[in-house]
């Protein structure tokens, strides 16, 4: 089987979440809040589309291994 270099991926996508969440927790500027928590969420969407990108390879390679038996 293949590493799962996609999980520690996902998992460094929301960690970097959880870091904006806290920064934005943590900034006295509410300009500066705002900004953190905007890519507090990119960094979400980030993870939901790595997830979706491995799932569709996940399903064309399986394809192609069928294609080829």
Partial sequence: MLPDRLSDNRQY?????VECNRKAAQARD???????????AR????AATRDFN????????????????
């Fill in 43 to 46: 960094w979400r969407v980030a």
């Fill in 13 to 17: 996508c929301l960690d970097k979440a």
């Fill in 54 to 69: 491995h799932k569709v390879e996940d399903i064309l390679r399986t394809l192609r291994e069928a294609a080829s038996s």
């Fill in 30 to 40: 509410p300009n500066a809040a705002k900004e953190f928590q905007s890519l507090a």
